[in-house]
């Protein structure tokens, strides 16, 4: 059976790469799509002219479909209007559902992959016009919702009907692939992983940490809206949150958060990540760094996924009932 989400965005692995707000990640996502993947870039905190670059320059490493990224936290006009003027295969949004903006895309030819936290937010979205929902739970690195993968995944299919649904979320490799696949999605996001690849321009510490982390090292950034930017569309259901690696700051968030003061603390932490770093302040990890033991290439990642996905398909009907079965990838 054809996988709908690859016919859709052009691609023959079912795999998103999740974009990294304002980090570098041009490279990363080239390496991705050429590997057969969706490759994404953020736009967050970037001027235009940059982003138009970074497009430029994706386009000159790949010719293969990628998607840009835009988030209500805060949505950028003038970023978003140039996005529909470049024309990338889609474009992907969080925090927010603009209905608006969706027929402004579609317009344009551009799909739209709408992240989304809760029931809720995938009923708005799918009335909106979403193209494919990225159903992301807690389990998330950066801004997430608050509802497990394992659950917000099949509740989110059983909505969408014929909508494909991107399962995001405590995936690292091919067996947590096979889970998403069998809960009904038709493809994964993954975003720690990809952090901790070869491509990836972010600082080697923050590498070795995903690594070495274990899944309770990465935890929910409380009181974050001291140190991020403020929303600009209107939430639904409990705001996303970001999830990191634990530093003085997100310590000194949960444990005193009236000693930070916002303004000063959103310029620090704006400044460090457009200098390439921000990895002592708000190393944004998921809880999959538990499975992540090694930094290799993009293209490693997904042929790792793809023949481990596979097998624990195989795995799984071998450990079924007699007379049971399962069907193959792709199929939902």
Do not use: Y
Request: hydrophobic share 50%.
């Amino acid at each position: 059976m054809v996988n709908g989400l690859c016919s859709l965005l052009g691609v023959e692995a079912p795999i998103v790469l999740a974009p990294f707000g304002p980090w570098e990640e041009v490279e990363l996502a080239a390496a991705v799509c050429n590997a057969g993947g969706l490759g994404s870039l953020g736009t967050a905190l970037r001027s235009t002219d940059e982003l138009r670059q970074q497009w430029r320059r994706l386009r000159e490493l790949t010719d293969r479909p990628f998607a840009v990224n835009h988030t209500g936290r805060p949505l950028n006009q003038e970023a978003f209007d140039a996005t529909l003027e470049a024309r990338p295969a889609a474009i992907s949004f969080h925090m927010g559902i603009p209905a608006d903006l969706i027929a402004q895309a579609h317009d344009q030819g551009i799909s739209w992959i709408q992240a989304v936290g809760d029931v809720d937010a995938a009923d708005m979205a799918l009335e909106a016009g979403a193209d494919v929902l990225i159903a992301q739970g807690t389990e998330s690195g950066g801004n997430a919702g608050w509802i497990s993968t394992l659950v917000l995944v099949p509740a989110v299919v059983d909505l969408a009907g014929t909508t494909p649904v991107v399962a995001a979320g405590g995936i690292a490799d091919g067996r947590g692939m096979a889970a998403a696949l069998a809960l009904g999605a038709q493809g994964v996001s993954l975003g720690t992983r990809f952090l901790a690849t070869t491509e990836m321009t972010i600082d080697q510490a923050w590498k070795d940490r995903i690594v070495a982390a274990h899944a309770r090292d990465a935890v929910k950034v409380a009181n974050a809206d001291r140190a991020l930017p403020p929303f600009n569309l209107a939430q639904v259901g409990a705001p996303f949150a970001p999830r990191a690696l634990r530093t003085p700051l997100v310590d000194q968030l949960e444990q005193d958060p009236d000693s930070l003061d916002p303004p000063a603390l959103a310029a620090r932490v704006r400044a460090g990540v457009l200098a390439g770093g921000g990895h002592d302040l708000l190393p944004f990890t998921g809880q999959s760094a538990e499975l992540i033991h090694d930094i290799v290439s993009a293209a490693e990642v997904v042929s790792r996924l793809m023949t481990e996905c596979a097998a624990a398909l195989h795995q799984a009907e071998t450990v079924l009932p007699s007379g049971a079965s399962i069907a193959p990838m792709g199929q939902t």
